[in-house]
């Protein structure tokens, strides 16, 4: 539900990780004792402020796994940074990590001209090219080596990955150049979430500025994706996972995609829905961040496809398929998911999720109703 502070939009009509990456981190909204609450996925909006930018550059565990790529690869190159945000991080990074040259790209203008103070006060601007565009808008004076990006969604294809690496890939690189992170897998299963969290959904205090600038951006409220912090271990799969989406960066990714999946039930539940997080891989085989496993400033996204609860039981199954397309944004994916749910007696319920970038609905399910009641 949503306090009656917050400001409402006018409408206008299992994997684990490996390496050496710190499993002790702990970083707010992650915070002991405090209750799995929603938030809209920001990622994928016109919303970022400096507030955001923060709690990025403080995601120890993110920034390790980047700079073991860094570090292993970047020496001597040029770099192409997509994304670089209001404190050009990784662009810096990799000039102190022995880049040759960084050409650090970011859409936001503002954020492009604190990104461009600051390069200038460290004294990089020789080194440093600050860029203000899309990517796919933007030509570079030279092909890059390597292209290093922060534009994961919580779903890994959520915020326009596939467009931009892959024009990337085709525009601003030389043949074989490298992509830090180089893998990215969303998982997902069949979940149970904590009974007050369905009963009673909420959205995180913090988040409703920002689910209010959505609204303001798109002209009208609708039906965001939602994701889940400070989930902990409060959550029931009685299922194995399996992969939603594989984006393997050095390779061209197709836009679209469906593929199928059965879940056999293990274990007696109360679905609510799918759990859908990410492993990243910053070089194939040097570590993996599972975002479901540990604390980092991407939260496992919540498809809510049973809210009322789906009862299930060892020996039940969920035959799924599970589709991304291309929104007519030209940028961002819409998913959907459906399928049949067979009990062992026989007995078959079929169901249907749609979740757009955009969506065109609002108050479209008991769930949402609930959550801005």
């Known amino acids: 539900m949503l306090p009656t502070s917050m400001p409402t939009a006018t409408p206008n009509n299992s994997t684990s990780i490996s390496g050496s990456f710190g499993s002790d981190y702990q970083s707010l909204p992650h915070t002991p004792g405090l209750p799995p609450l929603f938030w809209p996925c920001v990622g994928e909006h016109p919303v970022y402020d400096g507030n955001l930018y923060n709690f990025l550059s403080a995601d120890e565990m993110r920034n390790d796994l980047y700079r073991s790529g860094i ?8 770099v192409v940074d ?9 662009a ?43 990517s796919t808008e933007i030509n570079l004076p030279e092909l890059a080596d390597v292209c290093i990006s922060e534009i994961l969604g919580e779903i890994g294809s959520a915020e326009g990955a596939i467009t931009t690496l892959n024009d990337a890939k085709n525009r601003l690189m030389k043949t074989g150049g490298e992509f830090l992170p180089e893998r990215c897998n969303t998982f997902i299963a069949p979940v149970q979430l904590p009974t007050e969290l369905i009963t009673s959904p909420t959205f995180d205090p913090d988040a409703l500025p920002y689910l209010n600038h959505i ?38 990714i197709e836009q679209n995609s469906i593929h199928g999946h059965t879940f056999v039930i293990s274990d007696t539940a109360e679905l609510h829905g799918f759990l ?26 919540f498809f809510p496809v049973w809210p009322n609860s789906l009862p299930v039981t060892e020996g039940d199954s969920i035959e799924c398929a599970f589709s991304r397309h291309l929104s007519d944004d030209g940028m961002h994916p819409n998913y959907a998911i459906e399928g049949i ?11 249907m ?13 008991d769930f949402y109703k609930e959550l801005f009641a």
């Open 215 to 252: 609204f303001a951006a798109a002209r009208r409220p609708f039906d965001v994706r939602v994701s889940i912090s400070n989930l902990g271990n409060s959550y029931k799969l009685p299922s194995i996972p399996t992969t939603f989406e594989s984006l393997n960066f050095s390779g061209q």
């Open 82 to 90: 997509i994304g670089t945000g209001d404190q050009a991080h990784w």
């Open 276 to 301: 859908l997080w990410l492993s990243i891989e910053c070089r194939i085989g040097a570590g993996q961040l599972d975002t479901l496993l540990h604390k980092t400033n991407w939260f496992p996204v």
């Open 92 to 134: 810096i990074e990799c000039i102190r990590a022995g880049a040759k040259k960084a050409y650090a790209i970011e859409q936001n203008p503002k954020a492009a001209a604190l990104a461009q103070e600051l390069v200038s006060k460290l004294g990089l601007a020789d080194r440093i090219t600050v860029l203000v565009g899309r």
């Open 353 to 365: 999720w749609k979740s757009d970038h955009h969506s065109s609905t609002f108050l479209a399910s």
């Open 71 to 78: 570090g292993d690869t970047v020496a001597g190159k040029i």
């Open 341 to 351: 749910v067979r009990s062992r007696a026989g007995n078959e319920q079929n169901f």
